[in-house]
DNA sequence: GGAGCGCTGTATCGTATGTTACGTATTTTG
DNA sequence: CAAAATACGTAACATACGATACAGCGCTCC
């Protein structure tokens, strides 16, 4: 059964021409307030003409475009009488296994945050932001994506910042590079990678100090680690998600930066400038 | 301070005349929609003639009805795209900067699906998963990560995926490899990357499948993509949030590999033996 | 390689909508 | 109580909006 206007587009959409796809698309991301704007507007929105918006519209099942906006308005009044609805079911149907998954991360996402103190947060993001050492981040098989993400963004506002990439060799051989003022922020889940452990070992040894991202289970890393952060990772699916982990390093990234917010603003001036 | 055209009304309603003042109480009754249908409807509603309910508008400030309608559109949306603010709730111990980042995520991760229907994510699963072409993913300056995470799961459970590094060069050389039965799969959020945009309308024009990962105002390769996902970014940080692109992506992972399972299960077998 | 079909944009048209002028009703004030 | 001022609605007007006809273009299928 389709109730919204928005399940009839995602049940339409795969049978429209790319003009009116385009429509639907921008319909979708800006719902549904680009729909009650002018026809020219709307089209200007999307990229197309005034008439792909109409044999859109009329596609959907309406007889005109007021029609049309009408039935968005009376969607828009009921959801706004009952704000219970806009949390209620996000993916309608349930059945299948998009709303599961969503589920399982969100609650992953929660319970990594309730184990983990702002005090905790705040001391990690004071030693990320130190300025006196240079910082390390480096990654597993699938996490390594997430160490760069990081580092993208830290790099951006603090100097000295470097992720780790490529075969083990070439990484091991920057063991030389750290010391006691630096950091190394690993990220390991299941199933944790000797290479990793070894490295974190070695660089333990030299006195870097060591931030670790890893599962609810802790990586063996976790011995050598001065801070650890323990992410879910279980959801639904063949592999485990590293979502939560995400997130907390987004929120890291953004606690760091506000802590350089003089520094940061500065570097980030300049950086846009030399573009 | 007045921030909204209710607090507005409220404000003067006691200086107004009678008639005015009924279609104040109407449009506060059904606010705001009401004030978003026409001239006569509003009048009719309000059980008074039309230039009544211009003086009204006027008498708000505003220069005509097309204007005071624009202002309750831009309202609605500032409410509809943060929830936050909704169910703001001053339990969440406030102080720190972590809460409330969380929970624009989880929000933002809620918003994200809702506009996500199975049917779509289904779709673009089955694109994923189709085996007669090759599939290749790039992404921006700060999405590329999410890139590579995406690659290194679908490498495993298929063949010819392939993850598009380095200089922009190089990977506009590896257009030559791709044709109509190939998928491209985009991760493009603010601010859009012009070389990624060139990139894609080749790629579309040699008739490539797109798949884009963007943000809700939508990266101009929208214009190429078959399938558009629109993530929220918004956080109350210096940068945007990738994190409900990432759990997108997840998701697609998990369906992929389900979609594959047979055959995904018979490659992670003899790819668990090769190490 | 050619013919047919479907999609899309340009330009034009009719109309519904917001706007304004004006006359009447109602209230207010001296 | 009278006179003026304010408020309100009716009706005519102009604009801008949605609708439509048509031509160009690309794509698919013989």
Known sequence: MISSIAELISDRIGAMPAGERRAAQTLIANYPLIGLKTVAEFSTAAGVSSPTILRFVARLGFQNYPEFQSALQDELAAQLQSPATRTLNPASSGGGAVSPMLEATLDNMRETFRHLSERQLADIAATLANRR???????????????????????????????????????????????KRDVLVIFDIRRYQDSLVRFAETAHQRGV???????????????????????????????????????????????????????????????????
């Open 133 to 179: 050492g240079k910082t390390f981040l480096i990654g597993g098989r699938f996490t390594d994506p997430l160490a760069r993400y990081m580092a993208a963004h830290l790099a951006i506002v603090q100097p000295d910042v470097h992720h780790l990439a490529g075969q083990e060799g070439i990484w091991r051989d920057r063991l030389i590079d750290m010391g």
């Open 209 to 275: 100090h060591i931030v670790l991202f890893t599962d609810q289970w802790l990586s063996p890393i976790a011995r050598f680690a001065r801070h650890v952060i323990a992410g879910r990772t279980a959801v639904p699916s063949a592999w485990d998600s590293s979502a939560a982990l995400f997130v907390v390093a987004e929120t890291l990234i953004g606690a760091v930066t506000r802590q350089l917010e003089t520094d940061g603003a500065k570097r980030i001036r300049e950086l846009e400038s030399l573009r």
